[in-house]
């Protein structure tokens, strides 16, 4: 059975998309810690990160790479990446933009509007 995430990269289900190539998808994570938190993944289905074939691992990473240094420039803040790996069974980096908003562990609550406004910001197209 897919993965949320699974679905999410195929259209299945909506996104806030911000960046997608061949072998990777990254979208606003809909229960964000800080304005711009963002979720990176593989398109291939793998439940734990280290598992990834070597060349979609540093396909992953490359993603994450370029889209923290885009993020870092749209919000003028340091950006960091998580790993955690725990609450969906798909290879995954949260990439978050420090802020004042942020607080370990709490979320925010955006509107769809506010959503739609902050990937307009982070979209990024090759």
Partial sequence: MSSIFTKIANG?????????????????DIHPETKGHTLVIPKNEV?????LPDEDYGALMATAK??????????NSRTIWKVV?????HAHIHLM???????????LELTP?????IRKKLELKD
């Fill in 12 to 28: 299945e289900i909506p996104s806030y998309k911000i960046y997608e190539d061949d072998k990777t998808y990254a979208f606003l």
């Fill in 47 to 51: 439940d734990k990160i280290y598992d």
């Fill in 66 to 75: 370029k889209l923290a240094k885009h993020m870092e420039k749209v919000f």
């Fill in 85 to 89: 790996g725990t609450d969906v069974p």
């Fill in 97 to 107: 933009p420090l802020d004042e908003t942020w607080k370990y562990g709490k979320t």
């Fill in 113 to 117: 509007e506010e959503f739609e406004e």
